[in-house]
């Protein structure tokens, strides 16, 4: 591995499906993030963790939720899919140093 | 409310430069960030600011000015693949970032 990962890749969803959107970094850096992207909106953050063992909530929480058992993994459920959670969702990680961010490549999720 | 304003798209030509500027409103400012995104993949980390000035990284340059929340990323000798977009983000007084809806740059021969 290196840097971020993100599976699936894509998914298409049946509404009322529960799903987990997986994220797996291998940098070492303690914070990470959960963003969803919308043609014509800016990345909006879902959910985030300052470090292992801590989460916080973001703009759009609403119907996500997340863990973060150790540095490395920070996985996205959504609880019951909705298609307003239609997007392209991406898991970030920042350096500690500059708290720029790090990106994976990206889900893109349908719920019909 | 918090907002960042960006151009929705902007066009220019192969071998020129282009401005694109990034206007903000947020509640405090620690940093303000630049990255490039193409179709279908993920940002990537182009320049960060966060005291007044230009930072200046090879063809890229972006200029701060804090006290009228204003920023610019300036691209030289554009290439074709620099088509894509260019998102803005500010950090604000949470440490969280509040990103633009991101310029759309269109690159003709």
């Known amino acids: 591995i290196a840097g971020i990962t993100q599976a699936p890749t894509s998914q298409i969803l049946a509404a009322g499906r529960r799903m987990t959107l997986r994220c797996t970094q291998d940098m070492r850096h303690n914070a990470m993030y959960w963003y969803r992207q919308d043609l014509g909106l800016g990345l909006r953050l879902i959910h985030y963790?300052?470090?292992?063992?801590?989460?916080g909530k973001g703009e759009v929480p609403d119907g996500y939720s997340v863990s973060r058992a150790n540095t490395d993994d920070f996985p996205l459920t959504l609880a019951s899919a909705v298609p307003s959670q239609t997007s392209v969702y991406f898991c970030?990680?920042?350096?500690?140093?500059?708290?720029?961010?790090?990106f994976g490549p990206g889900t893109r999720l349908t719920v019909l | 409310g918090q907002n960042i304003d960006q151009p929705t798209e902007m066009t220019a030509t192969e071998g020129a430069i282009v401005q694109i500027n990034c206007t903000y409103q947020?509640?405090?400012?620690?940093?303000l960030f630049w990255y490039q995104q193409h179709a279908g993949e993920a940002p990537t980390f182009l320049s960060y600011?966060?005291l007044d000035g230009l930072e200046e990284k090879g063809r890229f340059s972006s200029f701060l000015s804090r006290s009228k929340g204003y920023s610019y990323l300036l691209l030289k000798e554009l290439q074709m693949k620099d088509s894509a977009s260019y998102l803005c983000?500010?950090?604000?007084?949470?440490?969280?970032?509040?990103w633009g809806a991101g310029t759309k740059l269109i690159i003709k021969p």
């Open positions: 970030a990680s920042s350096d500690a140093d500059t708290d720029t961010q790090y």
């Open positions: 963790s300052n470090t292992a063992g801590t989460t």
């Open positions: 947020t509640s405090g400012f620690n940093g």
């Open positions: 983000a500010v950090r604000d007084s949470n440490y969280q970032l509040i």
């Open positions: 600011n966060v």
